[in-house]
């Protein structure tokens, strides 16, 4: 059974720093893309940033100055650093993974990043 567990979040002041990781578990092969997308309340989930093997990245145009994403493929591992927070970054962050060997995706249950002044 496929487990995507994000971790990381919580509560940080405006132009604070933060790293959400991602663990996959439960599947032996190989993941194609990992990626993290988030939802603020009342408003529909939005892409953030994802990454391909060997390290290929795809931005939201207006995060891809603040924020970077990375990944560990032993570890079958995805982490998402954010700099200089603003209030408008405040939403559940959730992990996507693929793979291309079984033509799945799955999602973690989210983290919780609040922005305060």
């Known amino acids: 059974q496929v487990q995507v567990v994000e971790s990381g979040g919580g509560l940080v002041q405006i132009g604070g720093s933060l790293r959400l990781t991602c663990a996959v578990s439960g599947v032996t092969g190989p993941v194609y893309r990992m990626g993290w997308y988030r939802q603020a309340s009342g408003k529909e989930r939005e892409f953030v940033a994802h990454?391909?093997?060997?390290?290929?990245?795809t931005y939201e145009e207006a995060l891809k100055e603040r924020f970077t994403i990375s990944r560990d493929d032993a570890k079958k591992m995805v982490y998402l650093q954010m700099e200089n927070l603003k209030t408008e970054d405040t939403a559940v962050y959730f992990c996507?993974?693929?793979?291309?060997?079984?033509?799945?995706?799955?999602w973690g249950r989210g983290t919780q990043v609040t922005v305060s002044s």
């Open positions: 996507n993974v693929y793979f291309a060997t079984i033509s799945s995706e799955y």
């Open positions: 990454i391909l093997p060997k390290g290929i990245t």
